[in-house]
């Protein structure tokens, strides 16, 4: 079990007031807060050992290349990767499927062929893909949703077939929480010789994940949703499939030979990695995956269901609050729902002015929008950090909400 | 200025009344142009209609979904820019972006009716947006350039 009142001391973030509240911050989902220890590192790196990595003889450089390449091993370990060059960094999770799709994508795909998806797809895991299918002409399919927003793997089976090159989905849904059967798809998909991209932004912070186990051929996510910095993510990738694709970015760094008309690239994963590297993004993400270590990723996951059951079951005592997805023992620390005749806007305002951080809008989610049939939503979710007492004072801001609208509706 | 009375400068009661009694919803019937307008970071989407005869706007109405500020301020645009000539309609919206920033107007010179409500906003910058889209929408429709 998570003892929350230490982590919360390495969260000096949280012990403040916001519009005369203390502040309950429910937006983890879009990013987490940071511990000191990942402020510490960034800092020790700028004051001790800023140097640029790789190419550099003095010594300041390769204690720079030490952490750097050190936050490989670690990520490496952290999901369960077999091999340290099937780890590469990039600016974020969009960069990373970005990357798979402008490379693997248009090399791989013609005329023909299909992208399998699901509607709940971020837009970073819907866009590119987009892009890449007019390019080729390859199609999009699409997995049909349950009636309680999950894929189901009968309905996967019946979409993938010998025209699927690609199926592109997403671990958890950042909308509804849905943990979506990864490797029973990653199975699917490969007895039809397609490959699997994994969006794990939303799955990574909160719960183990082993890259090998679930056998996916391409499995990205960002560090800042993870106690991590901001501008550095992740794309693993299968070793064979990395060194056969061409690079996404190209300049310093990435090069072996280079002449007057054309070049060569380094070995991966450093052909993927141009131009000066994330250096301190890595060396930053490398004590956030300390961090959760510490804690440990299976407490962290049962401590956030925990929540949003607690969330859940105090939410269905309202009848005029919907919330949308499967129950919480199905789901991640999520929690998307919207008051009856009230904008989620006016909802997210209202609950600031109680000091309580939420999110609402689409989610960069409109295709899951649309399924859903409502134009926006209001969504809560839950970290490491976050306490009933929190979801208290969330209920409570609801609660509030109601009557304020109900107030001026009736005036 | 409390939490409490910030929020009630935000939902200002004739805010709310023009959310849940919108003017001038619906779409034009016959000859008119269709703006759409969205926030992209939220989800509003609003289809503003004109028609405008001559140099007059004739008729402005609105379609479209969005949060109490961006609806309640679609509908007291329609109101306010309705027969006046469209150089009156693109400085009324030039004050309008004033007043959401808090600055200050002329009133006497200025009749702003109901949209002075907005005012509050000021205070909620991320709800800026919500107030100014369907002025947007109208000066891109009416811009002659």
């Excluded at chain 1, 009142?5 to 940071?34: C, G, M, W």
């Excluded at chain 1, 700028?46 to 050190?70: I, M, P, Q």
């Excluded at chain 2, 004739?58 to 109101?79: K, N, Q």
């Excluded at chain 2, 400085?91 to 109901?114: A, R, T």
Aim: hydrophobic content about 40%; proline content about 4%.
């Amino acid at each position: 079990m998570i003892n929350v009142r230490d982590v919360r001391e390495q969260f000096p973030i949280l012990d403040q007031e916001v519009n005369d509240h203390p502040l309950v911050y429910l937006d983890n989902a879009a990013t987490s807060q940071k511990p000191v220890q990942v402020v510490e590192a960034l800092e020790d790196y700028y004051r001790r050992y800023n140097s640029n990595v790789h190419r550099g003889v003095h010594t300041l450089s390769s204690v720079a290349t030490d952490g750097y390449e050190g936050a490989r091993d670690k990520v490496k370990t952290f999901i369960n990767a077999a091999q340290r060059e099937e780890i590469v960094f990039t600016r974020g999770t969009t960069t990373a499927i970005n990357t798979v799709a402008a490379s693997y994508g248009r090399a791989n795909l013609q005329e023909g062929d299909e992208i399998v998806l699901t509607p709940m797809e971020h837009h970073s895991n819907l866009i590119p893909w987009q892009q890449v299918a007019k390019a080729t002409g390859a199609a999009l399919k699409y997995i049909p949703l349950q009636p309680d927003g999950t894929v189901s793997v009968e309905a996967a089976r019946a979409t993938i077939n010998e025209r699927t090159k690609i199926v592109a989905m997403v671990h958890v849904s950042n909308v509804l929480g849905t943990m979506n059967p990864i490797k029973e798809v990653a199975k699917i998909a490969h007895e039809h010789n397609a490959i699997m991209v994994v969006d794990g932004a939303q799955s990574t912070p909160h719960m183990s994940v082993d890259v090998q186990d679930l056998d996916c051929d391409f499995f990205a996510f960002s560090a800042h949703k993870m106690c991590g910095p901001t501008g550095i993510g992740i794309l693993y990738g299968k070793k064979p499939l990395l060194e056969e694709m061409e690079p996404f970015e190209f300049g310093g760094e990435m090069i072996d030979e280079v002449g007057l008309y054309d070049a060569t690239w380094k070995e991966v994963p450093h052909k993927f990695e141009g131009g000066t590297p994330i250096i301190a993004g890595a060396i930053g993400l490398s004590a956030a995956i300390d961090f959760l270590n510490d804690v440990g990723l299976d407490d962290i996951k049962t401590h956030e269901q925990q929540l949003a059951q607690y969330a859940m079951d105090q939410l269905s005592a309202h009848d005029d609050i919907e919330v949308y997805g499967p129950p919480a023992n199905e789901r991640a620390g999520i929690v998307t729902f919207n008051i009856h005749d009230v904008h989620p806007h006016d909802t997210a305002t209202v609950l600031d002015m109680k000091g309580v951080a939420i999110r609402a809008g689409h989610h960069c989610a409109r295709p899951l929008m649309n399924w859903l049939d409502v134009a926006a939503t209001a969504r809560a979710s839950f970290y490491l950090y976050n306490t009933e007492a929190d979801v208290d004072a969330f209920v409570d801001a609801l609660v509030s909400t109601k009557e304020y609208f109900g107030d001026v509706y009736a005036e | 200025m409390s939490m409490q009375s910030n929020l009630d400068a935000l939902y200002r009661q004739v805010i709310m009344d023009h959310y849940k009694n919108p003017r001038n919803r619906g779409e034009i019937v016959g000859d008119a142009l269709t703006v759409n307008m969205n926030n992209p970071s939220c989800g509003d989407k609003i289809q503003l209609h004109l028609k405008v005869d001559g140099d007059v706007v004739r008729d402005a109405r609105f379609t479209g979904e969005g949060c109490s500020i961006s609806l309640s301020s679609a509908s007291m645009m329609t109101e306010t820019v309705m027969g006046k000539t469209v150089d009156e309609a693109l400085e009324l919206s030039g004050i309008f972006f004033g007043i959401v920033q808090g600055e200050d107007y002329d009133d006497e010179k200025y009749d702003l009716g109901d949209v002075e409500a907005l005012q509050g906003v000021t205070k909620f910058p991320a709800r800026i947006k919500c107030a100014t889209l369907a002025w947007k929408a109208m000066e891109k429709g009416l811009d002659k350039d």
